[in-house]
């Protein structure tokens, strides 16, 4: 099962693919790291933003799509830019999208701790968010099945 967790900053979608066979976990090469929404984002602009990431999630053959839910109020509240981002990729037809709030990724992570550290995964720093929330991901799809 291959599951793309994203972090939304700003005006950019971090990404990172992942995908688990039996137990062994691997992080598949991806052509983009983060797909950016232009500042203006018209109406075209998050159309193809959308385009944009369904044809990556289709092209790397990604099952589910899991996103760090931002909070909408207080000091760690989401721009509304990166809500945006959220709706466009929720109304994704062909795939399954997961939101996921920072309690339960920290819930998952506690049962199914890392299978390894970050800094040995050879992902850009910027990925960290994204990488947890994937991995959080396959954690709760696993104890789901």
């Not at 939304?8 to 797909?35: H, Y």
């Not at 920072?102 to 050879?122: H, R, V």
């Amino acid at each position: 099962m291959r599951v793309c967790g994203v972090d939304l900053v700003g005006n950019d979608a971090v990404i990172c693919l992942l995908e688990q066979e039996g137990q062994q976990f691997t992080l598949p090469d991806c052509r983009a790291r983060k797909l950016e929404l232009p500042k203006e984002h018209s109406r075209e602009d998050l159309q193809q933003f959308q385009f944009s990431f369904a044809k990556l999630m289709a092209d790397y053959k990604v099952s589910t799509v899991a996103i760090r839910e931002r909070q909408t109020k207080g000091k760690f509240a989401g721009g509304a830019v990166s809500f945006k981002l959220e709706a466009a990729i929720q109304l994704i037809s062909t795939l399954d999208v997961l939101v996921l709030s920072p309690a339960t990724i920290k819930s998952a992570l506690k049962e199914n701790p890392l299978p390894l550290k970050f800094s040995d995964t050879g992902l850009k720093v910027f990925q960290e968010g994204a990488f947890t929330v994937a991995v959080a991901a396959h954690s709760l799809v696993n104890s789901a099945s």
